[in-house]
Nanobody, 123 residues
Framework: QVQMVESGGGLVQAGGSLRLSCAAS????????MAWFRQAPGQEREFVAA???????SYADSVKGRFTISRDNAKNTVYLQMNSLKPEDTAVYYC?????????????????WGQGTQVTVSS
C-alpha cells in the first residue's frame, strides 16, 4: 500500500523559512511526477509546485522565486524549500504523486496524496 508522509510544517514569522519533506513508501516514484498543493480554510486546494521525473519544475506565480521543489529518488522523497514566507502562505500543504512522468497543475491529475502538514505564517 502506498503511503506518503509529509513533515516539516510549523509556525514561522513572516520572512522566515521552512523545508517540507514528503517520504513515499509502497512503490517507487522515480519515474513519476510529484507535486505540492496547499489548502487554506474555506478555499479550494491549489497548485504550488511540481517536479517531473527528469527534474523539470513548475511553480505557481504566487510562490515563484520564493519556493523550490526538489526530489531525491534514492530516498523516494520530495522536498519544498519555502523562503520569504508570507501570511498568505498559511495553509495545509499536501504532497502528491501521479502515475505519469509529466507534471500537471491539476488536483485531479494526481493519484496519491499525503495527509497534509500545517504551515502557519504569522505577521
Amino acid at each position: 500500500q502506498v503511503q506518503m508522509v509529509e513533515s516539516g510544517g510549523g509556525l514561522v514569522q513572516a520572512g522566515g523559512s521552512l523545508r517540507l519533506s514528503c517520504a513515499a513508501s509502497g512503490r517507487t516514484f522515480s519515474r513519476n511526477a510529484m507535486a505540492w498543493f496547499r489548502q487554506a480554510p474555506g478555499q479550494e486546494r491549489e497548485f504550488v509546485a511540481a517536479i517531473s521525473w527528469s527534474g523539470g519544475t513548475s511553480y505557481a506565480d504566487s510562490v515563484k522565486g520564493r519556493f523550490t521543489i526538489s526530489r531525491d529518488n534514492a530516498k523516494n522523497t520530495v522536498y519544498l524549500q519555502m523562503n520569504s514566507l508570507k501570511p498568505e502562505d498559511t495553509a495545509v500543504y499536501y504532497c502528491a504523486a501521479r502515475t505519469l512522468p509529466s507534471m500537471s497543475i491539476y488536483v485531479s491529475s494526481y493519484n496519491y496524496w499525503g495527509q497534509g502538514t500545517q504551515v502557519t505564517v504569522s505577521s
